[in-house]
């Protein structure tokens, strides 16, 4: 592994120390040198750090504190070691600093075996947070996504149309929802079996990630069946979309054809906003494409009558949540 060392001195001869310090550990690859905090923080940002060394002085010891505590505010560094190196007689500076956060205090008298081994420490600690992280990450992926498709479970759709209505009442901006099922997929299964089918649905997902925007949260609903939620999307150009995607799942070179229904539903009123109302919605305009052919798009046909029954649900569980 090439690790690479950041090295801050207010003078060249600092920077020349700690560097010979370093070289003779025989960890670190590549150095950067930088004369103070600000400039560090830039090199923090453009270049990728393994471990921070820094040459503590009388002088400079508050701007060394301040970076400490900076890089303890950035997610992205908290984990990157910080060893401060002073004179014997500025011991208590080394003291402060260790409790403000920095990783490890050394005097330049401190024998060489002794930094080797605790700068080797350190960094086989960094690789072990790294390793954990990543570890993390994929546990909560795995919590949020459907495992055959790699798209988001039928779980993190309920929170995120939840919290995505909420925004579209507050900046009183449309929202917009496709459900889109494959039609008779279960004929695939029967006929082609589940490893075919299987294949199908995770074409199909690469479809719907393609034609979606970053801003667009695209799902597996359930079974044969997605949802894609469109934020400040008007009906017209969610029909636009849907279109597209329709098109493109029947145009899916696969071992069978494969076609897709969609219903569209888009909130545009505030009596509208409510996430039970929205997917009633785009689930009707759904079976109104199923039953006019298939392979089809429908957008729902608002029912005046609705609004008020779902408005009570709504107000009713804003009541309870805020009891």
């Known amino acids: 592994m090439t690790n690479t060392a950041l090295i801050i001195g207010n003078s060249p001869e600092a920077r020349r ?3 010979g310090i370093l070289e003779s550990t025989g960890q670190f690859q590549r150095k950067l040198y930088c004369a103070d905090g ?49 004179r014997a007689a500025e011991r ?31 960094l086989k600690n960094r690789q072990r947070i790294q390793s954990l992280c990543v570890s993390q990450k994929q ?11 790699g798209l988001y479970n039928r779980g993190y759709f309920d929170a995120t149309l939840e919290k995505e209505v909420a925004r579209s009442r507050r900046s009183k901006k449309p929202l917009s929802l496709l459900l889109v099922d494959l039609d008779h997929f279960k004929r695939i299964n029967d006929t082609r079996g589940h490893l075919v089918g299987d294949r199908v649905l995770a074409k ?24 894609i939620i469109l934020p400040e999307t008007p009906g017209i150009h969610a029909q636009m979309v ?12 696969l071992d069978v054809p494969v076609t897709a229904s969609i219903g569209i539903k888009c909130a545009e009123l505030a009596n509208e906003l409510v996430p039970e109302f ?11 494409a199923k039953r006019n052919g298939r392979n089809r798009c429908e957008l729902a046909v608002v029912e005046q009558n609705a609004y008020c029954d779902l408005h009570l649900v709504y107000s009713g569980i804003q009541a309870v949540a805020m009891a």
Not at 61 to 81: G, V
Not at 204 to 227: H, I, K, M
Request: charged letters at 25%.
């Open 242 to 253: 849907a279109e597209r995607i329709r098109r493109e799942i029947g145009a899916l070179k």
């Open 204 to 227: 199909v997902a690469s479809v719907l990630r393609e034609q979606s925007r970053t801003s667009d949260t695209v799902c597996r609903y359930g079974g044969e069946e997605f949802a």
């Open 278 to 288: 929205v997917i009633a919605g785009a689930d009707a305009a759904l079976y109104a």
């Open 139 to 149: 546990l909560a992926r795995m919590a949020l996504c459907d495992s055959l498709t």
């Open 38 to 86: 600000l400039r560090a923080i830039r090199w923090l940002q453009e270049h990728p750090i393994d471990m921070v060394c820094c040459d503590l002085t009388e002088h400079n010891f508050q701007e060394k504190i301040n970076l400490i505590q900076k890089m303890k505010d950035e997610p992205e560094w908290l984990d990157i070691p910080v060893l401060v190196f002073a």
């Open 92 to 122: 208590d500076l080394l003291i402060t600093c260790l409790e403000d956060g920095a990783s490890d205090g050394l005097t330049y008298q401190t024998a060489g075996e002794e930094i080797a081994a605790k700068v080797r420490w350190h």
């Open 17 to 19: 120390t700690v560097a």
